[in-house]
């Protein structure tokens, strides 16, 4: 039993003023393995003005000094490589190798930003006047739970690379990872103040980092129901934002494509992270005529994932992270079934064997529309729904029928083809015939799945301010 009892404010490990106390579940066992006492406003108002302080220092830092200090983050994560999987595993419930290459991601974070830092023009000459790029400020970090280690360091990466400094509210559900991670930043020796965390609940916390006029920016990954609320609340003080939020991402399957690959690939895609993951394709989109063929590829497949304990070899979806999501996705199946779904694999309940976790079965529904709540809603667990087309022109409609436009995915023999789909997909990131990332890319969502971009250039561009200053070089007469 962990009792993490401490928040990081100005370079120390201090008791928050917070009394409020809550659990910690290994969702795999569903047995209490911690408790964190929560941070209070008074508790955020402290770590905003220990960062507002170091700001006036740290906006002056050099680009060498940042990268030693980049360069010193990556290290001292990969050298508790192990002990940050091991944690994640316990209080996540995510399979270990899973896990393992988050955290390499997290780590590797650190390095990806000291590149793009060391190309980034943080001043350039316009015409007569001179440009410079300059740090906003206190940014507010709020993360969530569904990758702790990734989400902080993906925001947290271009912020020191800038010259911000930052407060950080993770998920108080993940207050045993945030724990570690945190050792981790002050063994990095990086100045007091330039990092702050502190546990709390999003209407407390998060609340006052949003009102709150010290904090320049907000950079949030959730839902969007919390991204609005971020928004309206922000707006009072004209906080910059990046907004990472929802998806309901389609998978779009190209009669030409091969699909005894492409459909496993369709199941593996949306089932990634246990299916609690924004990006996963959770929406297979496919030729009306060659359903029956697609169901029976789906159905093997689902029958070939491992369920089950994510320390075990080969286990690819592990439990809910918790009983509130846990009952959400078992709401989602119920109303499936309920509108009018065809259920082929999965249903409610837990897997056999496994009543001792948050374990759902992997679901799959075919003959699914896009008035059906399941085929709108993000759910946030291993369920697939099966959409059929007749034309390209309706896969295309039916891939843009959505309030969200976070990631995409196209599968076709014929490259020129799917390029041509890809082009009219409303989405940040698109990827065809596979699995692919570019840290240095840009991620962000259109429409309701966010605001700004995150990752290479266009992340750390987020946390700058343009100054123009004209008659720089010019002398008084």
Request: aromatic content about 6%; glycine content about 10%.
């Given at each position: 039993?962990?009792?993490?009892?401490?928040i990081?404010?100005n370079g120390?490990?201090?008791?928050?003023n917070?009394?409020?106390?809550?659990?910690?579940?290994?969702?795999?066992?569903?047995?209490?393995?911690g408790?964190v006492?929560?941070?209070d406003?008074?508790?955020?108002?402290?770590?905003?003005a220990a960062?507002?302080?170091?700001?006036?220092?740290?906006?002056?830092?050099?680009i060498?000094?940042?990268?030693?200090m980049?360069?010193r983050?990556?290290?001292?994560?990969?050298?508790?490589f192990d002990?940050?999987?091991?944690?994640?595993?316990d209080?996540?419930?995510?399979?270990?190798?899973?896990t393992?290459?988050?955290?390499?991601?997290a780590?590797?974070?650190?390095?990806?930003?000291l590149?793009v830092?060391?190309?980034?023009?943080?001043e350039?000459?316009i015409?007569?006047?001179?440009v410079v790029l300059?740090?906003?400020?206190v940014i507010?970090l709020?993360?969530p739970?569904?990758?702790?280690y990734?989400?902080?360091?993906?925001?947290l990466?271009?912020?020191?690379?800038?010259?911000?400094?930052?407060?950080?509210k993770?998920s108080e559900?993940s207050a045993?990872?945030t724990q570690?991670?945190?050792e981790?930043f002050?063994?990095a020796g990086?100045?007091?103040?330039?990092?702050?965390?502190?546990?709390?609940?999003?209407d407390?916390?998060?609340a006052e980092?949003?009102?709150?006029?010290d904090v320049?920016?907000?950079s949030?990954t959730?839902?969007t129901?919390?991204?609005?609320i971020?928004?309206?609340?922000?707006?009072?003080?004209?906080?910059r934002?990046?907004?990472?939020l929802g998806?309901?991402?389609p998978?779009v399957?190209?009669?030409?494509?091969?699909?005894?690959?492409a459909?496993?690939?369709?199941?593996?895609t949306?089932?990634?992270?246990?299916?609690?993951?924004?990006?996963?394709g959770s929406?297979?989109?496919?030729p009306?005529?060659?359903?029956?063929?697609?169901?029976?590829l789906?159905i093997?497949?689902?029958?070939?994932?491992?369920?089950?304990?994510?320390?075990?070899?080969?286990?690819?979806?592990?439990p809910?992270v918790?009983q509130?999501?846990?009952?959400?996705?078992?709401r989602?199946?119920?109303?499936?079934?309920?509108e009018?779904?065809?259920?082929?694999v999965?249903?409610?309940?837990?897997?056999k064997?496994?009543?001792?976790?948050y374990?759902?079965?992997?679901?799959?529904f075919?003959?699914v529309?896009m008035d059906?709540?399941?085929?709108k809603?993000e759910i946030?667990?291993?369920?697939l729904?099966i959409?059929?087309y007749?034309t390209?022109?309706?896969?295309?409609?039916?891939?843009?029928?959505?309030?969200y436009?976070?990631?995409?995915?196209?599968s076709?023999?014929?490259?020129?083809s799917?390029?041509?789909?890809a082009?009219?997909?409303?989405?940040?990131?698109?990827?065809i015939?596979?699995?692919?990332?570019e840290?240095?890319?840009?991620f962000?969502?259109?429409?309701?799945?966010?605001?700004?971009?995150?990752?290479?250039t266009?992340?750390?561009?987020?946390y700058?301010?343009?100054k123009?200053i004209?008659?720089?070089?010019?002398?008084?007469?």
């Amino acid at each position: 039993m962990k009792n993490i009892d401490e928040i990081y404010i100005n370079g120390k490990f201090v008791k928050p003023n917070g009394i409020e106390v809550q659990e910690l579940i290994n969702p795999a066992t569903k047995e209490v393995i911690g408790r964190v006492t929560l941070g209070d406003e008074n508790d955020t108002k402290a770590a905003i003005a220990a960062a507002k302080e170091a700001f006036k220092t740290f906006k002056n830092t050099t680009i060498e000094e940042r990268s030693q200090m980049l360069q010193r983050l990556h290290d001292v994560m990969m050298d508790k490589f192990d002990l940050l999987n091991q944690v994640a595993v316990d209080e996540y419930g995510a399979p270990a190798a899973a896990t393992a290459g988050r955290t390499q991601y997290a780590a590797k974070n650190f390095i990806h930003n000291l590149d793009v830092m060391k190309e980034f023009q943080f001043e350039k000459q316009i015409g007569k006047a001179k440009v410079v790029l300059e740090p906003l400020g206190v940014i507010g970090l709020i993360t969530p739970w569904n990758a702790n280690y990734t989400h902080i360091s993906t925001k947290l990466a271009p912020a020191i690379a800038a010259g911000c400094t930052v407060v950080i509210k993770p998920s108080e559900i993940s207050a045993l990872q945030t724990q570690i991670i945190a050792e981790c930043f002050h063994e990095a020796g990086i100045p007091a103040g330039v990092i702050n965390i502190v546990n709390g609940r999003g209407d407390v916390v998060g609340a006052e980092m949003t009102r709150n006029p010290d904090v320049a920016m907000i950079s949030f990954t959730g839902s969007t129901q919390v991204g609005r609320i971020i928004a309206r609340d922000g707006a009072a003080t004209m906080k910059r934002m990046v907004l990472e939020l929802g998806g309901k991402s389609p998978n779009v399957i190209l009669d030409d494509a091969d699909f005894n690959k492409a459909i496993p690939l369709s199941v593996m895609t949306a089932f990634s992270n246990s299916g609690q993951a924004c990006h996963v394709g959770s929406r297979l989109i496919v030729p009306e005529h060659r359903l029956e063929e697609v169901k029976q590829l789906v159905i093997k497949t689902v029958e070939g994932i491992k369920v089950g304990n994510p320390r075990e070899e080969g286990t690819y979806i592990g439990p809910m992270v918790n009983q509130k999501q846990y009952e959400t996705v078992q709401r989602y199946i119920r109303l499936g079934t309920q509108e009018g779904a065809e259920l082929i694999v999965g249903g409610e309940g837990h897997p056999k064997g496994l009543d001792n976790g948050y374990y759902v079965k992997p679901t799959v529904f075919a003959n699914v529309t896009m008035d059906m709540t399941i085929a709108k809603e993000e759910i946030f667990g291993p369920v697939l729904s099966i959409l059929t087309y007749k034309t390209e022109e309706e896969a295309i409609e039916i891939a843009n029928d959505t309030i969200y436009g976070l990631s995409a995915y196209v599968s076709s023999s014929n490259l020129e083809s799917a390029n041509r789909v890809a082009s009219q997909i409303v989405s940040g990131r698109v990827l065809i015939n596979g699995l692919y990332d570019e840290p240095k890319a840009p991620f962000g969502g259109f429409k309701q799945s966010g605001i700004g971009r995150e990752f290479g250039t266009f992340g750390l561009a987020a946390y700058v301010e343009t100054k123009t200053i004209l008659g720089h070089d010019i002398l008084p007469q």
